[in-house]
């Protein structure tokens, strides 16, 4: 037990790219601590292995759920509430999940701005950050424009909001622009996502099978939740654009939670390892449930950081 604790620390620090002080502060252990266990100087007992656990789930996934547990998350979730009209009049609350989405979205795909670096671009229309490269800061930006056209949207056509094609290819367009010579249109060519064995769909079908995604968007769901997991794997299964998928998807959601009332899910780079692990066993095996769970659990992560955090 005590061996498997360590391996699941040095991998839950591979994988969150924490560092031992800030694994040490979640466990609510001291640094020292953390380190001898590490290093096999000490060893975990039964209530901090029980911790290691948790944490190590969170991080790096887990491989089947409780159905009772799933219900719990998605009860929390739904409890997570707030309008897109209280969210555009209300520019604090706005400017921080703006700041955070963006940062963690754009993390994930390989960005190296820090939290603070992002908020000095947002920030500064004019701000060059000279030890970050141009598409960084770019991406930033971008973001924060894709964002706010979504909320123009949602808030000029309040509930006659409907999908259409054309809202996805502009939220692309604002995502990608500069940054790709296809921005706001579909690929033409066929894609693969390294280390993933989901097959994406052909080019050839791209068309059809996003008209069919679109209809399906604007069908209301019972369980929100449930639907937002399974449209989202869709979405990334489709892969309709040439670059920025992910962050077109994320964004998906973030209209979807707002549509219903709620807080947007906050993927955060730390469980990225979750987050892709859900995703591909979703669309691999057709079971939403852990996707459900972690969309659940982003929904209030969302609402712990913008409220408390």
Request: proline letters at 2%.
């Amino acid at each position: 037990m005590e061996k498997d604790a360590i391996a699941k620390l040095r991998e839950i620090l591979a994988s969150s790219g924490w560092s031992q002080e800030r694994l040490a502060y979640n466990l609510g252990v001291s640094f020292s601590t953390l380190n001898n266990w590490i290093n096999g100087k000490t060893k975990p007992r039964l209530k901090a292995v029980k911790a290691i656990d948790d944490a190590y789930l969170d991080i790096v996934g887990r491989t089947e759920i409780d159905r009772k547990f799933l219900e719990v998350a998605k009860k929390k979730a739904l409890a997570q509430k707030i309008t897109v009209w209280e969210l555009v009049k209300n520019t604090p609350l706005l400017d921080k999940l703006t700041l955070f989405l963006t940062y963690h979205t754009n993390t994930i795909e390989g960005s190296t701005l820090t939290l603070s670096e992002v908020k000095e671009v947002l920030d500064d229309a004019n701000k060059v950050l000279s030890n970050k490269t141009a598409r960084e800061q770019i991406e930033a930006r971008n973001h924060r424009a894709a964002m706010f056209y979504l909320l123009d949207e949602l808030a000029s056509k309040g509930k006659g909001f409907k999908w259409t094609e054309q809202i996805i290819l502009n939220i692309h367009l604002r995502l990608m622009n500069t940054l790709i010579s296809n921005a706001g249109s579909y690929r033409n060519h066929g894609v693969r996502i390294m280390g993933s064995v989901t097959v994406l769909a052909n080019h050839a079908s791209i068309n059809r099978l996003m008209n069919d995604f679109i209809n399906d968007l604007n069908v209301p769901a019972k369980d929100i939740i449930e639907n937002i997991a399974k449209l989202h794997a869709r979405f990334e299964r489709i892969h309709p654009f040439s670059d920025g998928n992910g962050r077109t998807g994320r964004l998906v959601m973030f209209v979807q939670a707002l549509q219903n009332g709620l807080m947007p899910p906050l993927v955060v780079k730390e469980r990225k390892k979750a987050y892709y692990k859900y995703l591909e066993l979703a669309q691999t095996e057709s079971n939403c449930d852990l996707l459900s769970l972690f969309i659940a659990e982003s929904m209030v992560t969302a609402s712990t950081v913008i409220n408390h955090g």
